[in-house]
């Protein structure tokens, strides 16, 4: 299945917040990419002071790491404290299956730079965890134990970035029941992902989802079938638009 693997940069004017790091070269050549779109926005790794994951699967903690040295040396890496047990246990490792064991073995390199300084916090979600002033915790447990969204206010707005709550738009939106072979607890999983569906169409939120197409953003709409995503438009800035002012 083709799908894409988004992070987002936010800053929030006290901190530059980086919602999970992508994949790095642990899925193949064709990812990888964070560092490179972060510099082509105007930062460079060294300004991210904050990095928030919403599950430590290796598509969103590999880019935390480059050659066992971190990628972003001066942020503090924010994880829920049920997925930093899990993934990081030995004995989970030891007793999981032979395709599972590669993803224990990622989370533990992703994060090991970052403990090594004690820059590595674990919070509790349920209980409305604020990693930094502005941005709240939404448990979305059941893709993984842990895994987390992030409510990012400002004013009236809200943006919420969901992490894995979708990972096949065209099927799951119409039907949240489905779940995918990826989570470790499939139920809890699609019990979550009708609730974060009903809070988003009700209220109106900006979502941005690491594996809805490119660049993820938009909102949820209920209808009757459902639920319906719908996008933002997105089209790259042409030199041709940046050299003259547009009306």
Not at 36 to 62: F, I, K, M, S, W
Not at 206 to 226: K, N, Q, S
Request: charged share 15%.
């Amino acid at each position: 299945m083709q799908t894409a693997v988004n992070a987002y940069l936010v800053n929030t004017g006290s901190n530059l917040v980086l919602v999970d790091t992508g994949a790095a070269s642990c899925f193949g050549p064709t990812l990888g990419q964070i560092v490179n779109n972060l510099r082509a926005a105007g930062y460079e790794p060294a300004q991210v002071d904050t990095v928030l994951l919403t599950h430590l699967h290796g598509d969103h903690a590999c880019g935390l790491v480059s050659g066992g040295q971190p990628v972003f040396p001066n942020a503090t890496v924010h994880v829920d404290k049920a997925d930093a047990n899990y993934w990081l246990s030995e004995a989970n490792a030891a007793t999981a299956g032979k395709d599972s064991q590669a993803l224990f073995g990622m989370a533990r390199d992703a994060v090991a730079p970052y403990q090594a300084v004690n820059r590595l916090r674990t919070f509790d979600a349920a209980a409305g965890a604020e990693p930094v002033p502005g941005v709240r915790t939404v448990a979305a447990y059941g893709h993984t134990p842990g895994h987390t969204g992030y409510l990012f206010t400002s004013g009236k707005a809200s943006l919420l970035l969901w992490g894995d709550i979708v990972h096949n738009h065209a099927v799951q939106f119409r039907r949240p029941s489905v779940s995918m072979e990826f989570d470790v607890d499939s139920h809890a999983a699609a019990t979550t992902r009708s609730r974060i569906f009903a809070d988003a169409a009700k209220g109106g939120l900006w979502v941005g989802g690491a594996h809805l197409p490119f660049p993820g953003i938009g909102h949820v709409r209920r209808d009757t079938g459902g639920y319906e995503w719908v996008p933002v438009e997105y089209g790259p800035v042409r030199e041709d638009m940046m050299a003259s002012p547009r009306n």
